[in-house]
């Protein structure tokens, strides 16, 4: 089986970001993306502004982008767009990776034949995936550096989910994780860490078994941590919590996209990109999602190092390809959110001293401002 990669221009970049409709009155989530969608793009679906797997969630992406800052305003537009027919509705816009309350079974399925054959097929595991992330897409040039790109960055797993973790409360209750929506969307059986593959072909030849045996249906439906997506000629990074504001999300797509930069130039140097030990990755997720930023990560090597160390080392080193890529700035966000805290961090803040009504107050005066 032959998958085409369509490259992209190196280092473009595309964001994903998956927004809660939450009821002003009662703080739960609501059902409300169809009439919204609709009353926004009444001729068609709105390029900018999509349905989720909810209702109660309306995802709004970028377009090919060359600059965080011209990522940053495209969601801004998108958003502004969207506030009013949210308002109107009695509804406000949050992103966390998790709602903080509200109840999975209580929401409502988007009503699309992809997603209804999603909870067919995965029962369960699908109707509970009341989840929200951001995700990154970074452009590469070449089909033969995808994989070795997507080996190279799980490396980098732990430190964008310590980042970006912002889902330690489950229908009510504090779970004692930093991260629990990256524990609830790797259940389902394509999900989780990607497989280091050896190469392209190795790429294709697993997802042409995936489908003949009807485990997928389409490449779509493999929903890596990190993954290649041949169509728009990027490495995704789909491993991020959702982030509560802007602010953070521009942190997260510039730290990716310096990264996926300084890989693909080391290709095009000559070298081979390291592939880290699966067990070093795996254990590496799973520090970072229970201990957030005081996690204690294992380097290649087998020694250990705080994740707020190896942020702010990462950061320092990626100064450089910040500069090409004109996201300094953005960059430089790492270092106050490893000072400041991270958004789970500032939800168990609330919650000491409020309830988790509060809390979704918090996560919406976040959105609305823009910043922690």
Not at 138 to 155: D, F, H, M, Q, Y
Request: charged residues 25%.
């Amino acid at each position: 089986m032959k998958i085409p990669f369509e490259a992209s221009s190196r280092s473009s970049l595309g964001v994903e970001w998956e927004l809660q409709l939450v009821s002003r009155e009662t703080r739960e989530l609501t059902s409300g993306a169809s009439e919204i969608l609709g009353e926004l793009s009444p001729g068609g679906e709105h390029p900018k502004a999509k349905h989720e797997l909810l209702e109660s969630t309306i995802e709004v992406i970028t377009g090919v982008c060359s600059t965080v800052a011209e990522a940053e305003a495209d969601l801004a537009g998108t958003i502004a767009e969207l506030r009013p027919l949210v308002e109107a509705r009695g509804l406000a816009m949050m992103c966390s990776g998790t709602h903080p309350t509200t109840d999975w079974a209580t929401q409502t399925i988007s009503p699309n034949p992809r997603y209804a054959k999603l909870v067919e097929d995965m029962q369960w595991l699908a109707r509970q995936l009341q989840i929200f992330g951001v995700h990154v897409h970074v452009g590469i040039r070449s089909t033969e550096k995808a994989i070795p790109i997507v080996n190279a960055l799980s490396s980098y797993i732990p430190h964008f989910l310590a980042l970006s973790a912002s889902s330690p409360f489950w229908i009510g209750h504090d779970t004692g994780l930093a991260s629990s929506r990256s524990k609830v969307f790797e259940n389902l059986p394509t999900a989780g860490l990607p497989y280091q593959l050896a190469g392209w072909d190795e790429f294709e030849s697993y997802m042409e078994t995936l489908i003949s045996t009807g485990t997928i249906g389409s490449i779509k439906e493999v929903w890596w941590d990190i993954r290649p997506h041949p169509t728009y000629g990027t490495v995704e990074l789909r491993i991020c919590d959702g982030l509560p504001t802007l602010y953070e999300v521009g942190m997260v797509a510039a730290l990716a996209q310096c990264l996926v930069d300084v890989l693909d130039r080391e290709i095009d140097k000559g070298y081979t990109l390291p592939t880290p030990k699966g067990w070093v990755v795996r254990e590496n997720k799973w520090r970072a999602a229970r201990y957030g930023m005081d996690a204690e990560i294992i380097r290649e090597d087998e020694t250990t190092v705080p994740i707020r160390t190896a942020l702010l080392e990462l950061a320092h080193d990626l100064k450089p390809s910040a500069e090409r890529l004109d996201c300094v700035e953005e960059l430089a966000r790492v270092e106050a959110v490893v000072a400041g805290g991270s958004s789970y961090q500032r939800q168990r803040t609330v919650a000491a001293s409020s309830d988790l009504r509060g809390v979704v107050d918090s996560l919406i005066g976040e959105f609305d401002r823009g910043r922690p």
